[in-house]
T-cell receptor
Framework: ETGVTQSPTHLIKTRGQQVTLRCSSQ?????VSWYQQALGQGPQFIFQ???????GRGNFPPRFSGLQFPNYSSELNVNALELDDSALYLC????????????FGSGTRLTVV | AQSVTQPDIHITVSEGASLELRCNYS??????LFWYVQSPGQGLQLLLK??????LVQGIKGFEAEFKRSQSSFNLRKPSVHWSDAAEYFC??????????FGTGTRLTVIP
């Protein structure tokens, strides 16, 4: 059974640029969630996708967007990057919308300069 | 509104000593509760979860947690800490089925 894999592991971008982060869900999981973890903080929910549709969103602006593909892999896109977007971005997959808990990837460390 | 409070930012214990990490939550219904552990530069690993039933939950690596509805608490315990337990620990409450609200974490240091 494969876990959740995220790419890239590290990324440096310039303010104003756009970035795409990728996630491959654990085998058999049909739901994917994205979280932002700023330094020294707990993860904060960005949004969740279920059956390729957004199924819940946290307090993040529209420049944070996502996609889920038929194979349940997912992308997080962030436009017009700001310095405060620097964080660890975590992807979590689950079965049946989290009813049995979430499996997290190791994250993508994004630095905006 | 949902919230999770982990009152201890940093705890230091000696190897072999017992451990209790505190977690208090606020949620309008019966919550789903989780404890995750995060090593430096890594993602989150699930230690244990509570959905319903027995309020004392056993997890991996010798951890357990007890759900106390009257105190809105879900404290994590381990009878004897190992040096490899040094990490950041996060308590989380599940808001229905959609997402998790996390506390700010407790950093555990283990001294020999």
């Amino acid at each position: 059974e494969t876990g959740v894999t995220q790419s890239p592991t590290h990324l440096i971008k310039t303010r104003g640029q756009q970035v795409t982060l990728r996630c491959s869900s654990q085998s058999g999981h049909n739901t994917v969630s994205w979280y932002q973890q700023a330094l020294g903080q707990g993860p904060q929910f960005i949004f969740q996708y279920y059956r390729e549709e957004e199924n819940g969103r946290g307090n993040f602006p529209p420049r944070f967007s996502g996609l889920q593909f038929p194979n349940y892999s997912s992308e997080l896109n962030v436009n017009a990057l700001e310095l405060d977007d620097s964080a660890l971005y975590l992807c979590a997959s689950s079965l049946v919308q989290g009813g049995n808990g979430y499996t997290f990837g190791s994250g993508t460390r994004l630095t905006v300069v | 509104a949902q919230s999770v409070t982990q009152p201890d930012i940093h705890i230091t214990v000696s190897e072999g000593a017992s451990l209790e990490l505190r977690c208090n939550y606020s949620y309008g219904a019966t919550p789903y509760l989780f404890w995750y552990v995060q090593s430096p530069g890594q993602g989150l690993q699930l230690l244990l979860k509570y959905f319903s039933g027995d309020t004392l939950v056993q997890g991996i690596k010798g951890f357990e947690a007890e759900f106390k509805r009257s105190q809105s608490s879900f404290n994590l315990r381990k009878p004897s800490v190992h040096w490899s337990d040094a990490a950041e620990y996060f308590c989380a409450v599940g808001a229905g089925a959609n997402n998790l609200f996390f506390g700010t974490g407790t950093r555990l240091t283990v001294i020999p």
